[in-house]
């Protein structure tokens, strides 16, 4: 199995500009979540979707954050416009309840200067 | 609200034992440990469900006391490839939803 697969993995982007985070599940996982580590804060969870419905964002710091999940195979997390304390660590993860391990993705790192 | 974790860090020598604590202020469904290593995701080290059972694999084995809403990770032996951040990460209420500690830095040396 490839594992959770993110997209990019580096990105340094100005300040305003829009950022998208991409995110493939594992086959066959049935939820998803998207998580923020910083030094100060930790792993933080912004969002997670079951079946591809969201359930509960009340995570996402505010209205320039955004996610999707268009399909089980396939999820975003925008941010529009990008801010430097935006600065961070953005993690996508999966699971099937059944198993109820998360894998994540390798994260993808995000500078906004 | 963030399960806390004890100690922030801990510096190791090959060989010692260390523990690692976790406590949160909800009734807790089950807890999860991870380790982290630096640049790296999150890797899931094993789960524990409510019912006050013990867990291991190795020289890591793990506790959950649900009564006192706080779960203890124990490192036997400690080897170099041990280093990294722990997370605990706490399910209560909500099925599925994990909300991970503040994180403990453990280092090995020899």
């Known amino acids: 199995d490839a594992g959770v697969i993110q997209s990019p993995r580096h990105e340094v982007t100005e300040m305003g500009q829009e950022v998208t985070l991409r995110c493939k599940p594992i086959s066959g996982h049935d939820y998803l979540f998207w998580y923020r580590q910083t030094m100060m804060r930790g792993l933080e969870l912004l969002i997670y979707?079951?079946?591809?419905?969201?359930?509960?964002d009340s995570g996402m710091p505010e209205d320039r954050f955004s996610a999707k999940m268009p399909n089980a195979s396939f999820s975003t997390l925008k941010i529009q416009p990008s801010e430097p304390r935006d600065s961070a660590v953005y993690f996508c993860?999966?699971?099937?309840?059944?198993?109820?391990?998360?894998?994540f993705g390798e994260g993808s790192w995000l500078t906004v200067v | 609200q963030q399960p806390v974790q004890s100690p922030q860090a801990v510096i190791l020598r090959e060989g010692e034992d260390a523990v690692i604590n976790c406590s949160s202020s909800k009734a807790l469904y089950s807890v999860h440990w991870y380790r982290q290593k630096h640049g790296e995701a999150p890797v899931f080290l094993m789960i524990l469900l409510k019912g006050g059972e013990q867990k291991g694999h190795d020289k890591i084995s793990a506790s959950f006391n649900e009564k006192k809403q706080q779960s203890s990770l124990y490192l036997t032996a400690s080897q170099l490839s041990y280093s990294g951040t722990y997370f605990c990460g706490t399910e209560s209420g909500t099925a599925s939803k994990l909300t991970f500690g503040t994180g403990t830095r453990l280092q090995v040396t020899l």
């Open positions: 993860a999966s699971t099937w309840r059944g198993v109820d391990t998360i894998y």
């Open positions: 979707f079951n079946n591809n419905v969201p359930i509960d």
